[in-house]
């Protein structure tokens, strides 16, 4: 389940922070920065399922809109 993925790591990774030696010393440091690239990239993989799903709703939203139309001018023409 994505959504229970995305708070799973976010639990991790707060309770990375919240550790007293995290950022302490070089080798901290570099896993610090190793997971901010990894939490970047999966934000930007996020981005772009939500941008392409936001797209795809406007495309639904659209067509029913225009088809709703077509059929109210359908109407004027067909007989009851």
């Known amino acids: ?8 790591k976010m ?3 707060e309770g990375a ?3 007293a030696e995290m950022g302490q010393d070089l080798g901290s440091s570099r896993g610090l920065q190793k997971q901010h690239r990894q939490l970047e990239a999966e934000s ?3 981005a772009s399922k939500l941008a392409a799903l936001v797209s ?3 495309q639904v939203v659209s067509s029913q809109t225009i088809a ?4 109210k001018h ?3 023409y067909l007989p009851a």
């Open 56 to 58: 795809q709703a406007h």
């Open 11 to 13: 639990e991790q990774l």
């Open 44 to 46: 930007q993989a996020l």
């Open 1 to 8: 389940d994505p959504p229970q993925d995305i708070k799973r």
């Open 17 to 19: 922070l919240q550790s």
């Open 74 to 76: 359908l109407q004027r």
């Open 68 to 71: 709703e139309q077509i059929q």
